[in-house]
Nanobody, 120 residues
Framework: VQLQASGGGLVQAGGSLRLSCAAS????????MSWYRQAPGNQRELVAA???????NYADSVKGRFTISRANSKNTVYLQMNSLKPEDTAVYYC???????????????WGQGTLVTVSS
């Protein structure tokens, strides 16, 4: 299974970006999908998550500004980021739970990370 993340870049404070992460390979079913971020010197933290049924969860720091969604037909998860702040600057990673054909258990996979830089 491979995850391809895209959409990062440089944006001014108050601006918007949309991240995408597409899973490909040997996939029977995708369970939870989520986005994490890691700023320099900090631990990786959960930003947002979405279940297979569409339930979402957000870090307090991004509630009301970020929206996670998924397109099951495309095995893709998105993160719409609005009203960006300099403190949102980090490498963003997608994480996907994948059930392979012929199995019942889920394995977690990580994308390669995409850099988001918000200037003040």
């Amino acid at each position: 299974v491979q995850l391809q993340a895209s959409g990062g870049g440089l944006v001014q404070a108050g601006g918007s970006l949309r991240l995408s992460c597409a899973a490909s390979g040997s996939i029977s079913r995708i369970n939870g999908m989520s986005w994490y971020r890691q700023a320099p010197g900090n631990q990786r933290e959960l930003v947002a998550a979405i279940t297979s049924g569409g339930r979402t969860n957000y870090a307090d720091s991004v509630k009301g500004r970020f929206t996670i969604s998924r397109a099951n037909s495309k095995n893709t998860v998105y993160l719409q980021m609005n009203s960006l702040k300099p403190e949102d600057t980090a490498v963003y990673y997608c994480n996907v739970g994948v059930v392979a054909p012929g199995t019942w258990y889920s394995n977690d996979y990580w994308g390669q990370g995409t850099l988001v830089t918000v200037s003040s």
